[in-house]
């Protein structure tokens, strides 16, 4: 096949994904699971993942596991093999539930728990080894953003927790730039500036190897809304989002997953 009839062929998913984050009652997020359900139709080719409490996922799962398009994701996971650890949820359960993602790194994680890249490499290798695929998050504070080393930042987050994996590995695995700033904060990083971040991590993936860059969907992540969705998914590299605030309205998050075409 020509290089130019591969390129075509090989992109990267779009990806919505939504952060639950500790919000919710049990009813509340059965009916937030039921509503996107519901609500996906065939319009949107984009891929649509769920990440709801720890708690909540079995049964989050049992309630979409007939949609094709809907995957539920953990927001975490422990940087070990199960055994006598109080609290924590290993990679090895999630995936003898069904479960098909965890979220890696997110900065609440890192910075709230303290999370290390080391730590974060851990628990990526605990994902592979149990077959759930990370959505790995990394992205500058407002700090490093005005000192200008937005980019160093990201580049060193993935250098040390994701870019030890295999080429194979690492071409399975979703990377969500989100800068802590906008995060929660309904300050959005305008679309120039994640292209920007997100170009400069397509060509960090580039180096490693072409086929990776061209199927690594990279997510954009920091108070996405329905009015900021379409501009921001219209970037180049922008492949998706990763949805806090607005994935726990079934009609935002609807609204966001049809921009994403
Ligand atoms: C997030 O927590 O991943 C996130 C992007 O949150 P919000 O959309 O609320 O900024």
């Known amino acids: 096949?020509?290089?130019?009839?591969?390129?075509?062929?090989i992109m990267p998913q779009k990806i919505i994904a939504g952060n639950w984050k500790m919000n919710l009652n049990y009813a509340q997020a059965m009916t937030l699971a039921d509503a996107i359900a519901?609500?996906?139709?065939?319009?949107?080719?984009?891929?649509?993942?769920?990440?709801?409490?720890?708690?909540?996922?079995?049964?989050?799962?049992r309630r979409i596991g007939h949609h094709d398009r809907i995957s539920v994701a953990s927001q975490?996971?422990?940087?070990?093999?199960?055994?006598?650890?109080?609290?924590e949820l290993s990679a090895m359960m999630l995936a003898s539930v069904g479960i098909d993602y965890s979220i890696i790194g997110h900065s609440e994680r890192r910075i709230y728990f303290g999370e290390s890249d080391p730590?974060?490499?851990?628990?990526?290798?605990?994902?592979?080894?149990?077959?759930?695929?990370?959505?790995?998050?990394?992205?500058?504070?407002?700090?490093?953003?005005?000192?200008?080393?937005?980019?160093?930042?990201?580049?060193?987050?993935?250098?040390?927790?994701?870019?030890?994996?295999?080429e194979a590995e690492l071409s399975d695995c979703?990377?969500?730039?989100?800068?802590?700033?906008?995060?929660g904060t309904g300050k959005t990083a305008t679309p120039g500036q994640a292209q920007e971040m997100h170009s400069l991590i397509r060509q960090l993936l580039r180096g490693i190897s072409d086929s990776v860059a061209e199927r690594v969907s990279i997510l954009y992540g920091g108070s996405v809304t329905p009015a900021t969705a379409q501009e921001m998914l219209a970037s180049q590299d922008v492949d998706g989002a990763l949805v806090g605030g607005a994935?726990?309205?079934?009609?935002?998050?609807?609204?966001?997953?049809?921009?994403?075409r």
């Not at 609500?39 to 799962?61: F, K, Q």
């Not at 979703?174 to 995060?183: C, F, G, Q, T």
């Open 119 to 166: 730590l974060l490499a851990r628990k990526v290798d605990q994902c592979f080894k149990y077959g759930i695929l990370p959505i790995f998050c990394c992205g500058e504070t407002l700090d490093e953003r005005e000192q200008g080393v937005q980019s160093e930042v990201v580049e060193r987050q993935l250098r040390q927790g994701l870019f030890h994996l295999s």
């Open 38 to 61: 519901a609500g996906i139709t065939g319009e949107s080719s984009c891929e649509v993942i769920l990440a709801p409490p720890s708690i909540y996922l079995h049964d989050v799962l």
């Open 1 to 9: 096949m020509n290089s130019v009839l591969t390129s075509i062929l």
């Open 76 to 87: 975490n996971c422990a940087d070990r093999e199960p055994g006598a650890y109080t609290g």
């Open 174 to 183: 979703i990377i969500a730039y989100e800068p802590v700033w906008a995060i």
């Open 247 to 260: 994935s726990l309205k079934a009609d935002d998050f609807l609204s966001i997953i049809q921009a994403c």
